[in-house]
């Protein structure tokens, strides 16, 4: 009697599944831990959220979360509209900045750590769910938006700020990915939330009411393009990442070196001090 012996391709187990992204999102919040976010968007970005609470009409004693929350800058101002608020994030390490800014602004908030793929709140918890360049960097698109709308109540607003491709943060991720290792099969670039349709086929039916403007981050901080690219290599996460996986290869430092200070320089930053523009869309719907 001979045995017969079927090969056959086995899939990934749900465990497998599972540790690998447990493994990627401990990336992430390293990533995000790294350099000096808080600082970064308060030198930068803090005034974006003020814009995006407005956006949501945000009101006294509605429940909010700010999904991806970093150190606040969405968070505080809604709380000093007399909301209630929430403020969620994967790296809780950037809390402290957080707590200390919302100290200072007398703004009294909670401070979660959560994976806004599986955002640890009951089903229709909050009357307004906001995000500014926050979960666009989840890795899963499709599962972050299903969240966002799952934990928002019926007839609750949904409010989202986001890099654009074509902008110049989006221009800056495309700038670096030559750089980077390849994503994990399913993982999407971050601008395409900047993107209109992108955001129309995430959100789809599981919204009404929405309304997409595209807009821009006036930005007068940097003269040059080498003194940008030395201020997102020192304070900003991905670009550090970018940095750290390629820092035994000379070469490929220099020429990202070179390619990130042309970026500047494209963008305008030519010595005279003029500002520049950072592109965004804004999305707000109602469940």
């Known amino acids: 009697m001979t045995d017969t012996v079927t090969t056959t391709t086995t899939p990934a187990a749900p465990a497998d599944a599972a540790a690998a992204d447990r493994a990627l999102k401990a990336k992430h919040r ?3 831990a790294s350099g000096d976010y808080p600082t970064l968007a308060s030198d ?4 974006l959220g003020a814009r995006l609470v407005a956006a949501a009409d945000v009101r006294p004693a509605e429940r909010v979360l700010d999904v991806a ?3 606040g800058n969405v968070a505080i101002p809604a709380a000093l509209r007399g909301a209630t608020v929430v403020a969620s994030d994967l790296t809780p390490e950037l809390f402290d ?5 919302a100290t200072e602004a007398g703004a009294e908030l909670e401070w979660r750590e959560a994976d806004a793929e599986a955002l640890p709140f009951g089903d229709a918890s909050f009357d307004a769910v906001l995000s500014c360049v926050g979960v666009m960097f989840a890795p899963h698109h499709e599962r972050a938006a299903g969240e966002l709308v799952r934990v928002v109540k019926p007839g609750g607003r949904i409010g989202l700020l986001s890099w654009t491709p074509e902008g110049f943060i989006g221009r800056m991720f495309a700038a670096m990915k030559p750089f980077n290792a390849p994503p994990p099969a399913g993982v999407q670039p971050p601008p395409l939330w900047g ?7 995430l959100l789809g039916e599981q919204v009404a009411e929405l309304s997409m403007e595209r807009g821009a981050l006036v930005v007068d901080r940097f003269r040059t393009g080498e003194e940008l690219r030395d201020y997102f290599k020192a304070n900003y996460g991905p670009t550090i990442a970018v940095y750290g996986r390629i820092a035994d290869d000379p070469v490929q430092v220099r020429a990202l070196d070179d390619a990130l200070a042309a970026l500047g320089r494209d963008a305008g930053l030519d010595g005279s ?5 950072w592109e965004y869309l804004l999305v707000t719907a109602q469940r």
């Open 195 to 201: 993107d209109e349709q992108h955001v129309r086929e």
């Open 69 to 71: 929350a970093g150190s």
């Open 97 to 101: 900045a957080g707590r200390r800014l």
């Open 273 to 277: 001090g003029r500002p520049i523009e």
């Open 44 to 47: 930068l970005i803090w005034s």
């Open 30 to 32: 390293a990533m995000w």
